[in-house]
Each structure stands twice: as structure tokens, then as C-alpha cells.
């Protein structure tokens, strides 16, 4: 069983960056550069939404609405690692982020709902105060 481990969350101040890693755990996936990524997020009493995907070679990327331009995704396949630079962070930004692997043969990237990843990490916390 392939598990994702998340990392680089905490509390800042409002404007202020943070960036996120994630890379497997335990049995690796045998090829990682078969993988679309993808960052989702999980406020307190809401549903797990969708924040970036980024395609198995790194060459396309999507953002929520509320991210583009803040937010940049971004992946080291040799390092089998994806990454979140979270920039001008802003209160509403506050929830759990978690990252999602779907393995796929398309090197587009735009997969934007929770059922179509296949695993996932346990989390992040990120909180910005005002």
C-alpha cells in the first residue's frame, strides 16, 4: 500500500508563505513519473476541494480560482516529490491540505474531483491568522 506524507504546514501571519511537500511512503510507486499530482484542501465543516493538479512530467498545471496567481504547484520526479509554494497567504487559506496521486498514460493534468485519485496522504495543517 502506497502512502503519500505531506509536510511543511503551520501557522503564519496573513501574507505571509509557506510550501508544502509531499512524496510517498513505504513501497514507492514503481514508476512516479506515471502520476498526475494534485493538492486538495479541507476546511472545518466543509468539503475537500480541489487547490492545483500538475501532469506527470511537470508540463501541465491547473489552479482553483481562488489560488492562481498565490499559489504555484510544482514536482521533482527525481526526487519523487511534489511541491505547493503557498504565497500572500490569506485567512481563507486556513484548512487541511492533502495530497492525491492518480495514476494515468495522459500527460494533461486536469483532474479536479477526489474520486479520481487513487491515493492519498493524511494532511497538512495550515493556519493563517489575521
Known amino acids: 500500500q502506497v502512502q503519500l506524507v505531506e509536510s511543511g504546514g503551520g501557522l503564519v501571519q496573513a501574507g505571509g508563505s509557506l510550501r508544502l511537500s509531499c512524496a510517498p511512503s513505504?513501497?514507492?510507486?514503481?514508476?512516479?513519473?506515471?502520476?498526475?499530482m494534485g493538492w486538495f484542501r479541507q476546511a472545518p465543516g466543509k468539503e475537500r476541494e480541489f487547490v492545483a493538479t500538475?501532469?506527470?512530467?511537470?508540463?501541465?498545471?491547473h489552479y482553483a480560482d481562488s489560488v492562481k496567481g498565490r499559489f504555484t504547484i510544482s514536482r521533482d520526479n527525481a526526487k519523487n516529490t511534489v511541491y505547493l509554494q503557498m504565497n500572500n497567504l490569506k485567512p481563507e487559506d486556513t484548512a487541511l491540505y492533502y495530497c492525491?496521486?492518480?495514476?494515468?498514460?495522459?500527460?494533461?493534468?486536469?483532474?479536479?474531483?477526489?474520486?479520481?485519485?487513487?491515493?492519498w496522504g493524511q494532511g497538512t495543517q495550515v493556519t493563517v491568522s489575521s
Open positions: 492525491a496521486a492518480r495514476e494515468t498514460s495522459y500527460p494533461g493534468s486536469d483532474y479536479y474531483a477526489v474520486y479520481e485519485y487513487h491515493y
Open positions: 513505504g513501497r514507492t510507486f514503481s514508476r512516479y513519473s506515471s502520476y498526475a
Open positions: 500538475i501532469g506527470r512530467s511537470g508540463g501541465s498545471l
